[in-house]
Structure formats: C-alpha cells, structure tokens
C-alpha cells in the first residue's frame, strides 16, 4: 500500500524555480504519551528526508518529535537539466521509504 | 474553515487522505472472499458516480449507510468477513466511493420509506440529552458561527464525510464524529452501526440536501 507521495511538475523552463511537495504517510508518534495504563509509547517518528537532483543534494530536513502525523513538506529548486528528483525517507525502527519522479526541462 | 484547512482539502495531490484513496483503489480492484470477486467487478467504472450523495438509504426496511452498504456488499457478494468500524480498510473504500460524488448535491428525498428514520433522525436532534442536557441544535441551529472552546460551531452539515480531521490525525466516519459530540455532552456514546445513529445520519444528510459532497474533507 501506498505511503509515500510527491507531486514534481513534469515539465519545467530552465532556471526556473519549481515547487516540489511531498507527503509521507506515518503516524509519527512523539516519545512522550502514555497509555491509559502509564506506560510510555515508544517514539516513532521519520527522522530525516533528502532529495537529490540527478545525483546532487539539493534538500535535507531533519524532523523532530513535534511534527504531525503524516508530514507534508513543501520545498523549492531551480530546474537546472533534465532528470530524476530521487527523495528517501528514514526513520525509527527502521522506517525507509523511497520515491523518485522524473522532469522534462526544456 | 480556515484557508489553510481550505487549501490541504482542495490539493488532491497531497492532501492528507490521498492515502486512503489510494488504499481504495487497490481494494476495490482486490478480489476478496470465497466468491472470487472485487468490487470492481460487479461496479463498473464511473458507476459509483453520484451514489454517496444519495446515502443513507434505506435497504430491506432498516436505514444503511455507505459503510454499511460496503460490509453488506462484502459479505453477501465476496462472502468475505466484513471490516470492523473504522477500519482503514472500511474507511478506505468508502472515501474512495464517496470521492467518487465529489462535487455532486447531496439528494436525500423524504417520501413514505424514509420518513419514519428521518422522524426519528430529527427528533434525536432536536432531543435535550445527556448531563449537560443539550441537543444538537442548542449549539448547531441556535449558536452556529459562535465559538465553543475557540473553535468555531459549524451548522453540522455532514458534507465531507470520511473526514480527514487534524485533531484525529486521520480518516473517521460520521459516527465517529457524532460519537465525539455526544461523548462532548456526556451523553451515552452510542456504538457503531446503532439504529439512533444512523437515524441521526439520515436526518443530517436530508437537512443538508442541495450542498456538494466534497470527500474527502479536511476539518481541524
């Protein structure tokens, strides 16, 4: 089943900035609640996204435990060539999640 | 509603419920059940078209909602186990059934059938109950567009539902939210799939008659 999600524009001028959106499914739990019996949840949560454009690095966030649940992160780039945006997911318990989406650029 | 909220409901890309339609889809192409059979086989595509708008209805002298229909489908035609309330999989179908209407008036029509659930449907809503001895349209007829806790009180229309609710953090049906606000005015919750409940969706789907169904809603 589906859990990861981005939205890249497929055709692009180049230099232009592009709007890159990607939503990741997850409960991300803080570390911090307990049961009704006391007893704390373990955290789980995505730790950290990096996308590379045709290789190169061109965002990375870190996320903490006061994210909500499935996290929407937006981010811009500069089409520069024609290629594969590829975006990873890592998280605790060894949570991966991986997704790439090609773009034109004209 | 916020223009944020306004803003993740309408970005059908990546809106928060997009999971769960993307679940959908796959259980509906999914054979299920000794019968050998998917949704998708009996439903042609585009046939689920305008139907959520046309729910609750009533089936064989008692009053069914989308989810009950869904089970009811499972059951009689997959012979498969039917999916517990609230389920992600219930939850998943029906959302991508319900999307299916998006932008269709609702039609709930009040004739010989229905009348009886919907009498009792607007009865219950109009019905003091509970230790804070309220009804529903103390707060959504009379105090709508007010603040209760520093949210606004919407007029109740259940145009949206599943629901993506931020303060769930996921995907939840109309009784799941009617449950919060009886369980808000210390009423008795009642459980899912009671005939009160259902009832009281009848009544809230034929009070919003006319309003576009926009499933899968975001609500805070």
Known sequence: MARVVVNVPPRAKRGEVIEIRTLAGHVMETGFRRTQTGELIPRDIITQLVCTYNGVEVFRAELHPAMAANPLITFTTVAAESGTLEFKWTGDNGYAATQSAAITVV | ?220
């Open chain 2, 1 to 220: 509603m916020s223009p944020e909220t306004r803003a993740m409901q309408d970005d059908e890309l990546t809106g928060p419920a997009v999971f769960w339609l993307l679940d959908g889809e796959a259980l509906w192409k999914r054979k299920e059940g000794p019968a050998g059979a998917a949704c998708a086989s009996c439903h042609g595509a585009g046939s689920m078209k305008g139907v959520a708008a046309r729910y609750p209805r009533v089936a064989s002298g008692r009053g069914v909602n989308l989810e009950q229909q869904v089970n009811v489908c499972r059951t009689e035609r997959q012979k498969a186990p039917p999916w517990a309330y609230e389920s992600r999989e219930l939850l998943a179908v029906t959302a991508y059934v319900a999307r299916e209407s998006r932008g269709m008036p609702i039609r709930i029509e009040w004739n010989a059938a229905t009348a009886p659930f919907l009498e009792a449907g607007r009865e219950a809503f109009n019905r003091r109950q509970g230790q804070l001895n309220l009804s529903c349209s103390q707060c959504h007829d009379d105090n709508w567009g007010k603040r209760l806790a520093g949210s606004v009180i919407p007029q109740a229309h259940p145009t949206g539902y599943p629901i993506y609710r931020l303060e769930w953090e996921a995907l939840g049906s109309l009784e799941r939210r009617l449950r919060n606000c009886l369980y808000g005015i210390r009423a008795e919750t009642l459980t899912y799939g009671a005939r009160e409940l259902v009832e009281l969706e009848f009544f809230l789907m034929w009070r919003a008659n006319g309003m576009k169904l926009e499933t899968p809603a975001v609500r805070p």
